[in-house]
Nanobody
Framework: QVQLVESGGGLVQAGGSLRLSCAAS????????MGWFRQAPGKEREFVAA????????YYADSVKGRFTIARDNAKNTVFLQMNSLRQEDTAVYYC?????????????????WGQGTQVTVSS
């Protein structure tokens, strides 16, 4: 099990950028695929992005491809989500997730550990 703490959310105008960070506890961070999910008011939670254990493989939801970038720093037990060209429809609570999995996997679901979430609000 890994403890996850997100930061970096906030209010931004449409077209702006935010960078989310997620700090993970434990000494086995590199054993986990990491990802981000989001949940907008009144909507189901949805997958945003995933990164494999070494960072060599990445997968994005179509809705964020070309605008968001996921990255990780295994030396600092941290995963990031750089969000550019933000749109109002990106407004949501963003959750950092972790899953103990195969080396090259970028899971779309089945994540075992979740952070508490950080609010991202994009205004017009």
């Amino acid at each position: 099990q890994v403890q996850l703490v997100e930061s970096g959310g906030g209010l931004v105008q449409a077209g702006g950028s935010l960078r989310l960070s997620c700090a993970a506890s434990g000494r086995t961070f590199s054993s986990y695929a990491m990802g981000w999910f989001r949940q907008a008011p009144g909507k189901e939670r949805e997958f945003v992005a995933a990164i494999s254990r070494s960072g060599s493989r990445i997968y994005y939801a179509d809705s964020v491809k070309g605008r968001f970038t996921i990255a990780r720093d295994n030396a600092k037990n941290t995963v990031f989500l750089q969000m550019n060209s933000l749109r109002q429809e990106d407004t949501a609570v963003y959750y950092c997730v972790a899953k103990s999995t195969a080396y090259y996997a970028t899971p779309l679901d089945g994540y075992e550990d979740w952070g508490q979430g950080t609010q991202v609000t994009v205004s017009s």
